[in-house]
């Protein structure tokens, strides 16, 4: 996950806490980067199994799955609602929009292998279906990352735009 990333940030080496928790650069454990599970597990609260039960509350700052599920809505939603023949200002507006969000990304190590993604992979904003094909693979990088289930990115649309076929 989130904490078993080694490379370095903007913040220098990246460093980990004993328990394997991610810091920040205010040099606290990074709560936009590491799940509350693993705090709490970290904690001593709970064994990490039990932790994992339990979300943050809806009302508090979010932890890395909640970020990154809200995140991979707004960007799945964005390309859903792209033009089918965008402009070139609409294109150039999107790969501004990518670029930014790359940088800007609150887990800070999430970011760094999204930025690395997008090197070697360019963003691809020619058409709706295009930048909608990107984002899952995109996505889908991450899923490998962390060991989950790769999407069918045949089926990116019907989950992001129109809704399941019967
Ligand atoms: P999510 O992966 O958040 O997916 C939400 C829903 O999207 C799924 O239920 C499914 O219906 C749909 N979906 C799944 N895959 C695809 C796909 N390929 N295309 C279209 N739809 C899909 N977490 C870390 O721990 N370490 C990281 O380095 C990390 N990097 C991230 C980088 C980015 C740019 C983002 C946005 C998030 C990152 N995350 C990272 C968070 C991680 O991707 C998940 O969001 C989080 O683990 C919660 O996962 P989830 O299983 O609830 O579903």
């Known amino acids: 996950d989130a904490a078993g990333?080694?490379?370095?940030?903007?913040?220098?080496?990246?460093k980990k806490l004993p328990k394997g928790l991610v810091i920040g650069k205010d040099g606290k454990?990074?709560?936009?980067?590491?799940?509350?599970?693993?705090f709490r597990a970290h904690a001593g609260k709970a064994p990490k199994a039990a932790a994992a039960s339990f979300g943050p509350p809806s009302d508090c700052p979010p932890d890395v799955e909640q970020?990154?599920?809200?995140?991979?809505?707004?960007?799945?939603s964005i390309a859903a609602t792209y033009p089918k023949i965008p402009t070139p200002v609409e294109q150039s507006q999107a790969q501004q929009f990518m670029g930014l969000f790359s940088?800007?990304?609150?887990?800070?190590?999430?970011?760094?292998?999204?930025?690395?993604?997008m090197v070697k992979n360019k963003v691809r904003t020619e058409s709706r279906d295009e930048f909608?094909?990107?984002?899952?693979e995109a996505h889908n990088d991450v899923n490998r990352k962390l060991g989950k289930k790769e999407f069918d990115c045949s089926k990116w649309e019907e989950r992001w735009r129109t809704g399941w076929k019967d």
């Open 67 to 76: 970020l990154g599920r809200s995140s991979w809505t707004l960007l799945h």
């Open 29 to 38: 454990p990074c709560r936009t980067c590491n799940s509350l599970s693993d």
């Open 5 to 14: 990333n080694t490379g370095t940030s903007v913040f220098g080496p990246s």
């Open 103 to 117: 940088k800007l990304y609150p887990c800070w190590v999430c970011a760094e292998d999204f930025q690395e993604f």
């Open 132 to 136: 909608g094909q990107w984002m899952c």
